[in-house]
């Protein structure tokens, strides 16, 4: 179970690097068309996360609020994908393997603990700083 927390977190974690990073690529592989949409959506990254800085008046903070929706975002389709795993483990292999039953039961809790965590933490980390960290 340590197992699997440990990947779904390191998951989030590249997922929310990746959804906000620069993609630079070569011009003789990608054709204009694609390349002019990598940088649209690029601007526009940058342009969200500079709309988090504003409305946060920090760097930090407009920052941190941006990775916590990007994680949030993110977190729906993978826990998703691991609560179905973990059904079919449970309910579909476990009618004839108690061991493999009760690996899918824990799985899904872990799945289910992580998603939750993952769509309250934006929401506290909002009510932290806009009712108590700043004037």
């Not at 989030?12 to 990073?21: E, N, Q």
């Not at 795993?85 to 809790?109: E, H, N, P, W």
């Amino acid at each position: 179970m340590k197992r699997v927390i440990t990947i779904v977190s390191i998951l989030l974690i590249l997922m929310a690097v990746f959804g906000f990073s620069h993609v630079y690529a070569a011009e003789e592989i990608l054709n204009s068309d694609t390349t002019s949409k990598m940088i649209e959506m690029s601007e526009k990254q940058k342009e969200d996360l500079a709309d988090y800085v504003e409305e946060y008046g920090s760097e930090a903070y407009g920052l941190t609020a941006f990775i916590l929706n990007k994680v949030r975002i993110f977190s729906i389709p993978l826990c998703f994908l691991g609560i179905t795993i973990s059904a079919i483990y449970q309910y579909v292999i476990g009618i004839r393997k108690l061991d493999v039953r009760y690996k899918g039961f824990y799985t899904m809790i872990a799945f289910i603990t992580i998603f939750v965590i993952c769509q309250v933490l934006p929401l506290v980390f909002v009510i932290v700083i806009k009712g108590f960290g700043r004037s």
